[in-house]
């Protein structure tokens, strides 16, 4: 939650009208709680809560939201599921079963790309969540435009309320902004190493194998050149890393010049 | 959990080697348990522990695991994360933060789409997951190949473990199944109506109307019927439901029949 120097801008912004979640009959406060963390952490706050099972407010709600009040706060509560979606115009019904239900059915992608279109221009959509135990009704399915599901394991389908809105809401914000992240690797804080720099540091370290003789036998050498330079290329080094390599370079041909004096040699000055 | 008789076979098969998730140095047995939960649900299975706070086994865990038994009896313990990442030939380590090293970072799609094309070629890969406090040290971080980190919310991005999981196993199971859900609408129990179908509805529909004198001016009758026509077409009506609606315009003109009758009217027989 702590702010963050290198925080990327983009990453706050959301010109898109988020949708609304609303859990039908939720029975546990924690889940509750759960599931308005889960929607603060991907930008959500429109929680809407149908009948729930130990009434409202729930300080067991307020504890699982470690800390995602804003969305405890502003929490409505309706005794209908129809009350509840009321001034939405595109609604999602999320189900993990198949149902006797002639409607399209779309993954969480597919449905977070209708609702930052339709979010786009302004308009309110939402997602229903059902009960722990058994989901939503026919009747309730019924008051939806489209049935969403997750592309889950069919053989350990049962994820919890909170774990079906996180990735809800986590396909809506990457769609909703297009994939930013809160931070990336920095160019200015890590500037890549322009290729000048590279084909010296490569220059450097050849003429110090050559100097042990490294490259036997001559006729392989420029293969095992190459190879060695693919190795470099391939790590994308930054400019503070190819001085790092060239600083190991000097500092083992100073070893290796001792080493040799120690031996008795002393035909290499430098 | 329960099989369902509609279940696309295809969601079931996922011929890519999924990634090991590395949990390092966890505290509490419970988020052990939902990000083993987490896992079952998108098909992974390769669960390592590095020095668990609480030991293992952990009867917290096996509990909040709800029923991923088969994640928790599985489950690997090390005493250091080099020794859990042994095998291993791609790594990512999931950060909150950003930090001072200088290394790709990803979103959970983009690990996905180098976890699913490397674990199609049988290479073993793997997501590090830090402490519940304060997530992985820069030497932990340096002992992946890059560094992973989710769309949240700058401004509120504490995700618990298993949250985190939950996140990174749902992308890697999407894109490893290129996004199969367990099931859709199906076309053979909802055949869609074929247009002429539709076509002899509008007929009876609009014949229909006629009988009452709906399309008043007559001069509008055309504009009224493409608005009346875009609105059964835009509902992309199956079989089922155009034998419905034949059945309400047919329930409708008897009624209206009988009603002029009981008026005294007579003057239309059908």
């Known amino acids: 939650m702590a702010r963050n120097a290198n925080i990327n801008d983009d990453a706050r912004i959301v010109a898109v009208k988020p949708p609304a979640v609303i859990l039908c009959e939720p029975q546990l406060g924690e889940n509750i709680g759960t599931a308005a963390r889960a929607m603060a952490n991907f930008g959500l706050a429109d929680l809407r809560i149908v009948n729930p099972r130990d009434g409202w407010p729930s300080e067991k709600a307020r504890a699982a939201a ?67 135990r058994w989901g939503l009704n026919n009747d309730e399915v019924a008051l939806a435009d489209e049935i969403l599901t997750l592309p889950v394991d069919p053989d350990f389908a049962s994820l919890n309320i909170a774990q079906a809105v996180l990735v809800c809401a986590y396909e809506w914000r990457k769609t909703a902004t297009d994939g930013v992240l809160p931070f990336r690797l920095s160019a200015e804080e890590h500037p890549p190493a322009a290729k000048d720099d590279l084909f010296r540091f490569f220059d450097h370290f050849e003429a110090a194998l050559d100097e042990v003789t490294f490259f036997r036998p001559a006729e392989r050498r420029p293969h095992m050149i190459r190879t060695l330079r693919n190795i470099f290329q391939k790590a994308q080094l930054t400019e503070q890393e190819v001085r790092a390599l060239r600083g190991v370079v000097a500092a083992l041909e100073r070893r290796e010049t001792r080493t040799r004096r120690d031996r008795g040699g002393g035909e290499n000055g430098d």
Chains 1, 2 share one sequence.
Not at 73 to 93: P, W
Not at 96 to 101: H, I, Q
């Open 66 to 132: 470690s800390r995602a009040d804003h969305v405890i706060d502003a929490v409505q509560v309706f005794d209908s599921l129809e009350a509840a979606v009321a001034d939405l115009t595109f609604v999602y019904a999320t189900t993990a079963r198949s149902r006797e239900v002639p409607k399209p059915v779309r993954g969480p992608d597919e449905a977070a790309a209708k609702a930052v279109a339709l979010g786009a221009g302004g308009q309110a959509t939402g997602y229903i969540f059902g009960r722990e």
